[in-house]
C-alpha cells in the first residue's frame, strides 16, 4: 500500500507541475511559459531641441515598462525608405543630430523595443523646416 501512495503522489504532482506551466494544456492561469508578443506604445511627441547650441531629437518614452531602447530612423530628400540612424546611446530618449544641425532635406521617425523583441508602432514624422541653428531650447521650425 505505501508503494501505490507514493505513485499516487508522484502523479498528482507531475499533474500540478503540468498545471502550472502550461504543459500540455491551453489553461495558462499565471501565464507562465508564455512569450510576450505585445508590442510596446509608439514613442510620442518627437521635437528638436538645442542643448548647448547642438541639435538634439528628443521624445517620449513609450509607456510600457519593458521598453529596452529606441531606434532612430532617417528619410533623406530623393531616398526611396528610410534607413537606421547610428545612435550610440539608443537606450535613452534622444538622438544628437549629426554634424550639429538640422536639415529641411530629413524627416525622421522613432519606435520603441520592448525585452521581447517587440517593435512598436513608428512615432508620428518630423521634419524640420529650417536648416539653420537657434538658441537653446529654440524650435527649428515653424
Not at 523646416?129 to 524650435?139: I, Q, Y
Amino acid at each position: 500500500m505505501k508503494f501505490s501512495r507514493s505513485i499516487m503522489l508522484s502523479i498528482a504532482g507531475i499533474a500540478m507541475l503540468t498545471a502550472l506551466t502550461g504543459c500540455g494544456s491551453n489553461n495558462n492561469p499565471l501565464g507562465l511559459g508564455q512569450t510576450d508578443t505585445t508590442p510596446p506604445p509608439a514613442p510620442s511627441n518627437l521635437e528638436i531641441r538645442y542643448a548647448v547650441g547642438q541639435p538634439v531629437l528628443i521624445w517620449d518614452a513609450s509607456a510600457a515598462p519593458d521598453v529596452v531602447g529606441y531606434q532612430v530612423e532617417v528619410l533623406t530628400a530623393g531616398d526611396a525608405d528610410y534607413v537606421q540612424a547610428s545612435d550610440p546611446n539608443a537606450e535613452d530618449t534622444a538622438y544628437l543630430l549629426p554634424g550639429g544641425q538640422v536639415s529641411s532635406q530629413e524627416t525622421y521617425r522613432v519606435r520603441a523595443v520592448d525585452a521581447a523583441g517587440n517593435w512598436s508602432a513608428f512615432s508620428s514624422t518630423l521634419t524640420p523646416h529650417d536648416a539653420g541653428g537657434g538658441p537653446e531650447g529654440a524650435l527649428p521650425w515653424e
